[in-house]
């Protein structure tokens, strides 16, 4: 048959994969660990909560007040620029610094100079609880001895008084040590005052409320008032201290402005001295007004010679065709500028008797007889206007030679000027220089001599910007001790503690408590839970048997085959089997469930290994009580014991000191010659061997034992082998190996839980031969504990008493 072919679907990459869901808090995990842990976190909590309401009961009252700071005092503006004070609102940081300096040990200083509490007796030696004063006398006697050491040490370490250096008294050694050394009382006293006090801002203003407290009321109100008015002197003295400083040092700086210029003004002197630099009121040297006044007066006169040359070619033009020019001219002459009357008159009188006779000829014509006497006149007048303008031109003339000499003799001077200017303008830099040095210093003397005298003026002024709010009253009622908060407090430190302590243990718990620990962590099966039996009492002590041992045989025998089994009956030993003494326990049915696990098998007569994850006695136990049960309703059951280093089984029944099964694979006699009978019972037991047996390979005892189970089936209904643990001897697994099943024991609340999920994960052979796990010496009651609710697990507390129920009826 074909295979079906199908769609091709395209593998889903790594970043198209879905992510892993986050980590959630089980809740319910979280509420079982509490209610197991809850004595963990309460009883620090009772008791500590205890030790809190003891002390605070046991604490003598304190009566706490306050007095009141505003620390931006808003004053008159004019005192405001008289004392140089700031309105502007006050950071948290300056706040913060009046805090500090409230708690500083200067302030404290004057505020024991102010009230004298140092020679006050009841500051000194306030009252104290009955609980302090036996922690303290505890811790003192505690202590002394490591006291007294150290008094010996430091006697033994100090060397000697060496003499006096010569010139110094003692008088003065004692004086210098007294400044040195601080009196304790005082130190008490101000160690007293800084621990009592407490600043703390008001809301979100500018004031603070300092607050003291002490078992006096007089005294918590004295100390807050002194605090009040030692903060608003301190205030005003370091003002005033701080202007003083600054002042003294202007005074300083201003001496030294002062000095520097006048030598900086004196400098500026000598060099215009030395240079011949001469100066004028308006603040420059007297060679640059020269130069200034002779580039004006040079302008000038070029203007006025521009002038002169104008004039000049005036007159040329007018000159220039001479007296028949003017006679023979048809148009009217025009001179401009300045001219003289005379010349006015002329030039009006020769331009009218023009304009008349170029009238008369247009009108008339040239043959009027009045052309001729109009002609006549025309050259009269013609004759006298040129000898005028000749007079005038050369006066043209005569005053352009004037302006051009001035004009020559100025730009000589200008000339001398400007290279005896230049010469000196290095001279003139440096005297500029040296000016300005002295006029800045003589600048900054001046603010500085005006900031003083106001600085000055503010050093005794008697305002702060500190003013006391409130004083503090006497209290009438006690503030502490605050029993119930203290009591609270204590409390809440306890259940802390505790929930600390309850977090650690439960970060230790990593054992196996429920069957969720196996069945979630590995692919085994859970069976149950063996809880502790109590004890039964053995009717007589168990009998050694009345027999010798089998011969030996020698060492170079053969081995291949196993002697020829005795046919006597094996000896008996009494040794009660708990598990029979209480048929309807847990135990028992638990271990019901195993023989209903191993019977699922489909063998009618399995051979089932009792093992566990690591050494314990347990084991044995639950093998020798197994094999109890299993011997309900069949003729025998074999038990072997096949722990050759431990032999818990083989001491447990005291035939430790019997052949068995290490002596059996030596090939010292047949093990049916070597087995016990249990007393009462169809239980037949093989112990482990003698210890003096020879020697007993772990592999060999194996290949033997399973021979030795192969045998027992035609005779025993059922076989359980006692094996050593899988943890840490390899002998377990040998024998585990050529066993068709087996079960494992774990010690409850002592097995790591990482055994289980490890044990045999890198061996799927046996993994599969495993019956699945039970747990031994199991605290039935703690184990609810553990528990979530749902689980199955719950209903054994129900199963105990409907066992006890069905025990009663039966005995009715």
Known sequence: MGRELKPFKEVTTYSEAPAAPPPAIDLRRLTVAMRRQRRTMLLPAVLLGALGLAYAAAKPETFSTSSSLLLDSNVNRAVQQAGGISTVALPSERIENARVVLESEKLA??????????????????????????IGQTIATVTQPISWTIERLTALLTPAEVGLPAGTSEAALAGDLSAAVVDPERRLALARLRTGIRVARVGQSSSVAV???????????????????????????????????????????????????QEAADAAERFAA???????????????????????????????????QAVLNTYDRAVAGGLEGLTNSNSALAIGGDVSEELRARL????????????LLNSSGPNHPQVAGLQQTLATTAERLFVELQARRAEAQSTLDVANARVEALQQSVEQASEQNSAQAA???????????????????????ARSQEIEQQQSFPVANVRILSYAPVPNTPSGPAVLRTALAATLLGLFFGMAIAAWREWRERSLRTAADVTERSGLRFLGHLPVLPPVRKSRAAAKPLRDPPPLQSPGGPRETLPVPSKLRPPEIQAPVPVLHYPDSVYAETLRHVRLAAEETGRARPVTGVTSFHPFEGRSSVAFNLAGQLGIGLDSVLLIDADSRARTLSRMLGIDREPGLTDAAAGRGHWHE????????????????LEQGGPSDDLLTGRVLSQIAAEACEDFGRVIVDVPPLYPVAQGRAILHDLPQFLIVGEWGRTPRSMAETALEEDPRLEARCLGVVYDRVNLRKLKSFLLPGEMENYLSDAKSYLSMKRRSARG
């Open 211 to 261: 607050t003291y407290a002490s078992h006096d009321p007089v005294i918590a109100a004295q100390v807050a008032n002194a605090y009040a008015d030692a903060y608003v002197e301190d205030i005003l003295t370091s003002n005033a201290d701080s202007v003083g400083q600054t002042n003294a040092w202007m005074r300083t700086r201003m001496d030294e402005l002062r000095m520097q210029a």
């Open 274 to 308: 030395e240079n011949r630099l001469v100066e004028f009121s308006s603040g420059g040297l007297l060679t640059e007004q020269a130069l200034n006044e002779l580039n004006s007066s040079l302008t000038t006169v070029l203007t006025e010679a521009a002038r002169a």
């Open 674 to 689: 070597m087995l016990f009978v249990v007393a009462d019972t169809n239980l037949v037991v093989l112990p482990c061997g």
């Open 348 to 359: 009006d009188s020769y331009n009218d008797v023009q304009t008349r006779l170029q009238r």
């Open 427 to 449: 001279n003139f830099v440096r005297l500029r220089a040296l000016q300005e040095e002295a006029a800045t210093l003589s600048q900054i003397y001046q603010q500085t001599l």
């Open 109 to 134: 200083n004057d505020v024991l100079e102010r009230t004298g509490l140092q020679a006050n007796p009841s500051f000194m030696n306030p009252p104290r609880s009955a609980f302090s004063s036996a």
